[in-house]
């Protein structure tokens, strides 16, 4: 068990560019989530997964957002016609659900940057 | 809603001293679950303690203990003897109860650093 880990840990593209990002996680977690986090600020979430379900979907995932977890075990999130305010640190975590305060599992997460 | 509130951007202690990181929360649920979420310079969030709304009981782990206030919806943080390691942003976080509302909404975070 290694954790979680995202790939690639940078990503610097050009405004228009898609983009997708990889998540891994633990190998028994069944929940799944994306964060976004920029400069000076908290994680805020994106959406989240239970096995190959997405539950929910921030308002802030707009149109060019998707994210999938096609088998239940690894996710993938791309954003497709980049934009610069687009540029944070992209977080995946991961954890086994079971009464509510289990412990999250992050990743080092993806940083991207939109020139 | 629910908000959470951290209203220091950043703190300083000296090694082996105490500090305390503010947080309030906002909400009208009466169960739900509480968190402090340390993010070192490798910026790999780390869980460092949670709390149940419907636990009196202060939650501890080592030298990092709470005062849970749910009344006036506090949840500090206090490190004792403080170390070098412990530099690092510090994230408060809230969760509603089981089956209800399962993301976790983050603070903007307390900046703590440690001088040695």
């Known amino acids: 068990d290694t954790g979680v880990s995202q790939d690639p840990r940078h990503k610097i593209t050009k405004r228009g560019q898609n983009v997708t990002f990889r998540c891994d996680p633990i190998?028994?977690?069944?929940?799944l989530y994306w964060y976004r986090q920029t400069l000076g600020q908290g994680p805020e979430f994106l959406t989240y997964?239970?096995?190959?379900?997405?539950?929910?979907k921030s308002r802030l995932l707009s149109d060019r957002f998707s994210a999938e977890r096609p088998k239940g075990s690894f996710s993938t999130l791309e954003i497709q016609r980049t934009e610069q305010g687009d540029s944070a640190m992209y977080l995946c975590?991961?954890?086994?659900?079971?009464?509510?305060?289990?412990?999250?599992?992050f990743g080092s997460g993806t940083q991207l940057s939109v020139l | 809603a629910q908000t959470v509130t951290q209203s220091q951007p950043e703190m300083s202690v000296q090694e082996a001293e105490t500090v305390t990181l503010s947080c309030t929360y906002d909400?009208?649920?009466?169960?739900?679950?509480l968190f402090w979420y340390k993010q070192p310079p490798s910026r790999q969030m780390i869980l460092v303690i949670r709390?149940?709304?419907?636990?009196?009981q202060n939650a501890t782990e080592n030298r990092f203990s709470v005062n849970f206030q749910k009344a006036a919806k506090s949840f500090s943080l206090k490190i004792s003897d403080s170390q070098l390691g412990d530099a690092a942003m510090y994230f408060c976080?809230?969760?509603?109860?089981?089956?209800?509302?399962?993301?976790?909404?983050f603070g903007k975070g307390t900046r703590l650093h440690i001088l040695p």
């Open positions: 975590a991961s954890s086994l659900a079971s009464q509510g305060n289990e412990k999250l599992f």
């Open positions: 190998s028994e977690h069944n929940r």
């Open positions: 997964f239970q096995n190959e379900a997405q539950l929910e």
């Open positions: 709390q149940e709304a419907y636990k009196q």
């Open positions: 976080a809230y969760r509603s109860y089981w089956g209800r509302d399962d993301k976790i909404i």
């Open positions: 909400t009208s649920e009466s169960d739900y679950y």
